[in-house]
């Protein structure tokens, strides 16, 4: 069973709840979306290892603290991943970052990749898969399943705002794969849109609605 964290810290509800509303612009929208990428980002690599390291001060010599262990990468499910990335990107610089891209058969209702560009290395690092809406889970298991078959061992996966039918949906396909929500919503409407949610946050990331 996968391990399910839904954020309750106050910040994140505050800005989840904001950007719900309809009469917030696609600029406004845009870069709370960000905001809250990287306070989830700062809540899910909590437990991230350190190593002991001796450092100098302007005042004398000490043993603080720094990041050990593997790098991390950043992967968002295009399109409306990319919207995350500028926040976590803005805790975590050094990360490198891929891109996953699907769409929907219109026949089958089966996520198809189109595009995959991933780090070299990605298989050595720590992956963050983003996007806000875990709807399905269609496409967020397609992706993850795309990366474990290229190697990727240690995955993540960091959406906004979740479905009960997309987390049932990533506990039975991946149970490895810890997930990070911000607002766990009430359930599906007939179109496979979240309720109450915030809409296609795609559309409203990039004001093409």
């Known amino acids: 069973m996968s391990e399910v964290y839904v954020m309750d810290h106050p910040l994140i509800q505050h800005k989840i709840t904001h950007i719900r509303k309809t009469d917030v612009g696609t600029k406004e929208f845009r870069e709370v979306v960000s905001e809250i990428a990287g306070l989830m980002c700062y809540e899910a690599t909590r437990d991230l290892k350190l190593q002991d390291v001796k450092i100098k001060t302007p005042l004398c010599e000490m043993v603080g603290k720094e990041l050990t ?30 891109h996953i891209g699907l769409y929907r058969d219109p026949e089958t209702h089966e996520p198809v990749e189109y595009y995959c560009k991933l780090p070299a290395d990605c298989s050595e690092r720590e992956v963050f898969v ?23 061992k240690h995955i993540r996966f960091l959406c906004i705002i979740a479905a009960p039918e997309g987390v049932k949906r990533m506990e039975e396909d991946h149970p490895d794969v810890p997930l990070y929500i911000g607002a766990l919503d009430e359930r599906l409407n007939e179109h496979a849109y979240i309720l109450p949610g915030l809409g296609d946050a795609g559309d409203r990331i990039f004001g093409t609605k």
Do not use: F, Y
């Open 130 to 152: 983003v996007d806000p809406m875990l709807a399905t889970g269609g496409s967020c298991s397609a992706a993850i399943q795309m990366l474990k078959e290229k190697g990727v």
């Open 69 to 98: 262990g593997k790098k991390l990468a950043v992967v968002p499910i295009l399109r409306a991943g990319l919207g995350m990335v500028d926040g976590i990107l803005s805790l975590i610089p050094a990360a490198k970052v891929g």
